[in-house]
């Protein structure tokens, strides 16, 4: 419904109905405006309106959409028939299609041979030849972290829950949090740093020796119950675990893989080329 609002506004305000010719394939969009051998077409106005805008709004957006477009449109006609020489943009297009279509092409065929080809051997294979680049910039942690407000009941029970890391303490505070929480995360089974976590609670200034001296951390402010177990902790300087840098290794593995794959893949096709004589070069005539 909306879209057709549009579609009848903008052709009321700018009665341009000249675009639509029998002989040109318009491959099932709506033609709305043409201008020389453009054509801008109803679809393409209506996909650059956002959704749940009204449709007085709609129709100013169309409006300037369309002027701009045609603004465009006119300008390019213009310098398309006042350049001296067309030879050299030409072929600046042609070199610039010949590389877009190349590097789709190997993105393609890379993403088909090398990405899903990273081993789990080959990360931890990497990591254990490296792990001296694999140093940790800032503190990370593993844990658990939990917002109550003061008013929420069980209070008590939360004390004795984020300090337990077994699956039934876990459970308890899940199902509590989900009905009092106004923050919650668990996360045991990944690294968060430290210094993002520190933000959430109310003392900005909490010693990290604190942290990885006490492992439980309990504080309040006038509303709310601040509550961070720490279950594993790693200091700035120190080699950060497989399971962390694992996402950047095999970031680096797919690098190397696609430099290799592109050159053994020109490699081939030179050498069959060169088999099939489909390279030809040709002698200075003047020689």
């Given at each position: 419904?909306?879209?057709?609002?549009?579609?009848?506004?903008?052709?009321?305000l700018?009665?341009?109905?000249y675009?639509?010719t029998?002989?040109?394939d318009?491959?099932g969009?709506?033609?709305?405006?043409?201008?020389g051998?453009?054509?801008?077409?109803?679809?393409?106005?209506?996909?650059?309106?956002?959704p749940g805008?009204?449709l007085?709004?709609?129709?100013?957006?169309?409006d300037?959409?369309?002027?701009n477009?045609?603004?465009?449109?006119?300008l390019?006609i213009?310098?398309?028939?006042?350049?001296?020489?067309?030879?050299?943009?030409?072929?600046?297009?042609r070199?610039?299609?010949?590389?877009?279509?190349?590097?789709?092409?190997?993105?393609?065929?890379?993403?088909?041979?090398?990405?899903g080809?990273?081993?789990?051997?080959?990360?931890?294979?990497y990591y254990?030849?490296?792990k001296?680049?694999?140093?940790?910039?800032?503190p990370?942690?593993?844990?658990?972290y939990i917002k109550?407000?003061?008013s929420?009941?069980?209070?008590?029970?939360?004390?004795?829950?984020y300090?337990?890391?077994?699956?039934?303490?876990?459970?308890?505070?899940?199902?509590?949090?989900?009905?009092?929480?106004?923050?919650?995360?668990?996360?045991?089974d990944?690294?968060r740093?430290?210094?993002?976590?520190?933000l959430?609670?109310?003392v900005?200034d909490?010693?990290?020796?604190?942290?990885?001296?006490?492992?439980?951390?309990?504080?309040?402010?006038?509303?709310f119950?601040?509550?961070?177990?720490?279950?594993?902790?790693?200091?700035?300087?120190?080699?950060?675990?497989l399971?962390?840098a694992?996402k950047?290794i095999?970031?680096i593995?797919?690098?190397?893989?696609r430099?290799e794959?592109i050159?053994?893949m020109?490699?081939?096709?030179?050498?069959?080329?060169s088999?099939?004589?489909?390279?030809?070069?040709f002698?200075?005539?003047?020689?």
């Amino acid at each position: 419904m909306r879209n057709t609002c549009i579609y009848t506004l903008v052709c009321l305000l700018l009665q341009l109905s000249y675009g639509c010719t029998e002989t040109v394939d318009h491959r099932g969009k709506t033609p709305l405006v043409q201008v020389g051998k453009n054509f801008l077409y109803k679809e393409d106005v209506v996909s650059a309106i956002p959704p749940g805008v009204s449709l007085k709004d709609s129709a100013h957006m169309a409006d300037r959409y369309i002027k701009n477009w045609i603004d465009d449109a006119l300008l390019y006609i213009k310098a398309e028939g006042n350049i001296p020489d067309n030879a050299e943009i030409d072929e600046l297009v042609r070199d610039y299609r010949k590389t877009l279509i190349t590097h789709s092409y190997i993105e393609q065929i890379v993403s088909q041979e090398v990405e899903g080809n990273i081993s789990d051997s080959e990360i931890e294979e990497y990591y254990n030849s490296n792990k001296e680049i694999f140093i940790a910039r800032e503190p990370y942690i593993k844990g658990l972290y939990i917002k109550v407000p003061k008013s929420a009941s069980g209070i008590s029970q939360v004390r004795h829950w984020y300090k337990d890391s077994s699956e039934r303490a876990v459970d308890n505070l899940e199902k509590y949090g989900l009905r009092n929480a106004v923050d919650y995360e668990y996360f045991y089974d990944r690294w968060r740093s430290l210094n993002e976590m520190l933000l959430r609670l109310p003392v900005k200034d909490v010693e990290k020796g604190r942290i990885k001296k006490e492992k439980n951390i309990e504080l309040s402010d006038s509303a709310f119950h601040y509550f961070l177990h720490v279950k594993e902790f790693i200091d700035e300087g120190e080699i950060l675990p497989l399971e962390y840098a694992g996402k950047e290794i095999k970031e680096i593995l797919m690098n190397k893989k696609r430099v290799e794959f592109i050159t053994r893949m020109k490699e081939d096709l030179y050498n069959e080329a060169s088999e099939n004589n489909d390279i030809k070069y040709f002698n200075d005539s003047n020689e």
